[in-house]
């Protein structure tokens, strides 16, 4: 039976707009995680029509007033606000009820912040935990490479398709790898499944950045994905990450 976390994943990865991100997929990540209220915006497309909200907007997304989303910017990695400051300075900065626990996640795109996916919680529901970062982090990984590929779709309009991955680059270990990478996994859980060492997953990250010209988790499972998004009537899945029986 598929997870609740992979049927996300598969959403993502179906999604074909950003209307289909907000409709379809955004409404699942905030009931999986049990949020009050969440959200998907892309910084390229923050509201200006509405004076107000492009203010409340721009002091929360302020790295000098809220430490959230500093921790975003520098670290690329989710969040929840227990982790960067207490209660009593949370409420001076978001004093919002719904939002007395707030969990955020970066969306990548070439190595730099495109966007964010949030949830937030009220002052009655549990705080957001470390499996829900972990659960997060997964999820702002196929985030990311959607909006490496999908996303970034209509720039490459009129001009040369981004090339296809090939999967001879990598060696059999290395694509199992990069499909434990792409379910969100971190290098110590990698190094578990696969027998390893944690150092020896990193070192063969490195190797594997280098065979596909890419600096990041992102990028790498954008590649393996792109002739999946690329190809009319495929199915955009991760089974290009399986190596051959």
């Known amino acids: 039976m598929t997870s609740p976390l992979k049927l996300i994943f598969e959403a993502i990865n179906q999604a074909r707009s950003e209307h289909d991100l907000r409709s379809q997929v955004v409404p699942k990540i905030g009931e999986y995680f ?12 923050l509201p200006l029509a509405d004076s107000n909200q492009h203010k ?25 606000e227990a982790l960067v400051t207490s209660p009593k300075a949370w409420k001076i900065i978001c004093p919002r009820p719904d939002h007395w626990h707030v969990m955020a996640g970066p969306i990548i795109n070439r190595n730099k912040l495109v966007g964010v996916v949030g949830c937030t919680r009220e002052k ?14 997964a999820i702002c990984l196929h985030l990311s490479v959607w909006a490496t590929t999908v996303g970034s779709q209509a720039i490459y309009q009129g001009k040369s398709q981004p090339q296809p991955f090939k999967t ?22 990698i190094g578990y499944q696969l027998w390893i060492t944690e150092n020896s997953v990193k070192q063969a990250l490195k190797r594997m950045f280098r065979k596909l010209e890419v600096s990041s988790r992102a990028e790498m499972v954008a590649q393996l994905l792109a002739p999946r998004h690329h190809s009319p009537g495929a199915n955009p899945d991760l089974s290009v990450l399986e190596t051959s029986k």
């Open 34 to 45: 049990a949020a009050k209220r969440w959200r998907i915006f892309f910084f390229e497309q």
């Open 56 to 80: 409340i907007l721009k002091i929360a997304l302020s790295i000098e007033h809220n430490p959230v989303a500093r921790y975003l910017v520098e670290h690329h990695a989710p969040v929840h």
């Open 124 to 137: 009655s529901m549990p705080a957001f935990d470390t499996q829900n970062l972990s659960d997060l982090s």
């Open 168 to 189: 001879n680059r990598l060696t059999p270990r290395e694509l199992q790898i990069a499909e434990l990478v792409a379910l969100g996994q971190t290098n110590a859980e």
